[in-house]
């Protein structure tokens, strides 16, 4: 996935996500399960880029206007990051030891760790029932989550990562930070005009250091390795 790529992916997704709309002017059925384990923690490389003024901002329109909804899961100011490679499904507890192979990953992460990310132009993009916030990397980032990819494919980890996946490309082409589930399966008529009065706005830049950690659902809890 090239980055000059990526704006029109985003721009598609968008006119698709808006045609479903129109389909269905309703949330529709309410989801029994959570979009991954509350409380379990999953492995993961990514960055946890300072906040720029136009997000916060952003977050904090979109928390007012949707507060009071208990099928809303926005993501909290202090969890704002964008994920480089998910690597695990939610598997541990916060002080289960890992197996003995975490050794190997270590060893892999060793060419990426504290290596800079960064993410220009992030705008709005809207799926069914989410709302995220995605931008364009650099080259070089996507060179290198591919390089990271490949090699997690020939070690040890490769099952996990795998089952990772099994719904989503690999790697996901997005680089995103969502910032609202929603738990139907459409979002409400207000954040979708929420979504269509901001889809054009250009939120800034950001970037950020690769780290290695477990990680809940929402990265609001963050344990390097």
Wanted: include cysteine.
């Amino acid at each position: 996935m090239k980055s000059m790529s990526l704006p029109n992916l985003y721009r598609s997704t968008n006119v698709n996500t808006i045609a479903r709309w129109k389909e269905n002017a309703e949330v529709g059925e309410i989801r029994e399960e959570n979009y991954y384990d509350p409380t379990k923690l999953a492995l993961a490389a990514g960055i946890q880029p300072p906040l720029p003024l136009s997000v916060s901002r952003l977050l904090d329109e979109l928390k007012k206007l949707i507060s009071d909804d208990p099928l809303a899961d926005t993501l909290p100011a202090h969890g704002f990051h964008f994920t480089f490679l998910p690597l695990t499904l939610p598997l541990y507890q916060l002080n289960e030891p890992f197996p003995a192979k975490v050794a190997q990953l270590r060893n892999i992460w060793t060419e990426y760790q504290t290596k800079k990310i960064i993410i220009r132009n992030l705008r709005l993009v809207a799926l069914p029932s989410q709302l995220l916030l995605a931008g364009i990397p650099d080259e070089s980032a996507i060179a290198m989550r591919h390089s990271f990819c490949e090699r997690i494919l020939q070690s040890r980890w490769k099952d996990e990562l795998l089952m990772r996946h099994t719904s989503t490309p690999l790697p996901a082409p997005f680089w995103h930070s969502t910032l609202l589930r929603y738990n139907a399966d459409f979002l409400p008529a207000t954040v979708r005009e929420f979504f269509l009065e901001r889809q054009e706005i250009d939120y800034a830049d950001v970037a950020g250091e690769l780290t290695l950690a477990r990680i809940n659902y929402n990265w609001t809890k963050c344990y390097p390795l």
